[in-house]
């Protein structure tokens, strides 16, 4: 059984869209490789299984990608991030099968750019100088970004343990 993960009129899509949003397809291809040298160092310092390195990065370029993708429809930080995992907890699905290797492995790496890291910094930042509305409004941030990361992982480990159960009654 072939796995298609990307069809032709998916990656032009892609390609448009990043040449809409930035004027430019070198910064598409300069974030692009950015994104997969970030992730895949950091699955280097996570110890991860030298075969699976490359396409940890790969997972979290392309999730970087949906999430500039996501930006082009949307300019909330919370919607942005929430489509980008979802991009990259399917990959880490189909990987995870393809390469007999725990789902998690994939996610875990390809969440790394998207972790509300600036924004947690920010909130105690003006906590600290007493600007507390500031603060209010980037920890409130940060918590819609952290749960929009976890509901993403969430839907789509629902959709595929929703989908083993059907294959296996259908087996039977």
Request: net charge positive.
């Amino acid at each position: 059984m072939k796995i298609s993960i990307i069809n032709n009129k998916a990656v032009y899509m892609m390609f448009y869209a990043f040449y809409a949003y930035s004027g430019n397809i070198t910064v598409f291809i300069r974030s692009f490789i950015t994104a997969f040298a970030a992730v895949a160092v950091f699955a280097v310092i996570l110890d991860m299984p030298k075969n699976l390195t490359l396409f940890a990065g790969l997972v979290g370029a392309v999730g970087y990608m949906a999430y500039l993708t996501a930006g082009i429809y949307s300019k909330l930080e919370v919607t942005k991030v929430f489509w980008a995992m979802i991009v990259v907890a399917l990959i880490s699905h189909i990987l995870a099968r393809c390469l007999k290797a725990p789902a998690a492995v994939f996610s875990v790496c390809g969440m790394i750019p998207f972790v509300p890291g600036g924004g947690i910094y920010r909130s105690v930042l003006y906590f600290i100088r007493g600007q507390g509305s500031l603060s209010n409004h980037y920890f409130s941030e940060t918590l819609q970004i952290a749960g929009a990361i976890a509901l993403a992982i969430f839907i789509v480990d629902s959709l595929f343990k929703m989908h083993n159960k059907n294959n296996k009654k259908n087996k039977k």
